[in-house]
């Protein structure tokens, strides 16, 4: 992982200067394996395929508080909004946080985000187009 490429990415991300698919693309040229979002401590974590860990501020300013109750149904209509309306990530990160999301995971490879409340309620989306893993064809390991 380049961290001057991925800082970069992160400015991109928030700025909307290039769109999200090739953010995402691009962090997984970096061998990024997955990055977090965390609104609580205002970063992001980028962590690569072979270990490392690069760290980037989350600038907004105003954003409102993370509620306390997750609102899956508030949650689901932003990342829809998102995913085919182009709704900003400022604007998606404050209508998260509203529906109560702390923080939430993409995992790249996994092609899924693992969205957070603040009490454990969780929700897991799908990258577009991906195919959902039979988790009961799973073995323990």
Same mark, same amino acid.
């Given at each position: ?11 991109? #991300? ?10 995402? !693309? ?11 979002? +965390? ?15 690069? #760290? ?11 509620? +306390? @109750? ?10 829809? +909004? @998102? ?26 490879? !996994? ?5 957070? =409340?603040?009490? =454990? +309620? ?6 577009? =187009? ?8 799973? #073995?323990?390991?």
């Amino acid at each position: 992982m380049n961290t001057t490429t991925i800082l970069q990415l992160a400015k991109a #991300t928030q700025s909307g200067s290039l769109p999200f698919p090739e953010i995402v !693309g691009r962090l997984i040229q970096e061998q990024v394996e997955y990055y977090l979002v +965390d609104y609580r401590s205002q970063e992001f974590r980028f962590y690569g395929v072979h270990g490392g860990v690069v #760290t980037a501020p989350l600038v907004f300013e105003c954003l409102p508080d993370v509620l +306390d @109750s997750f609102d899956l149904p508030s949650l689901k209509l932003s990342i829809h +909004d @998102s995913q085919v309306n182009g709704q900003s990530f400022r604007d998606f990160s404050s209508r998260a946080m509203r529906a109560g999301v702390q923080s939430y995971c993409a995992f790249l490879r !996994g092609q899924r985000v693992l969205y957070l =409340g603040r009490q =454990g +309620d969780h929700h897991v989306e799908w990258f577009p =187009g991906a195919v959902p893993v039979d988790q009961s064809s799973l #073995t323990n390991r």
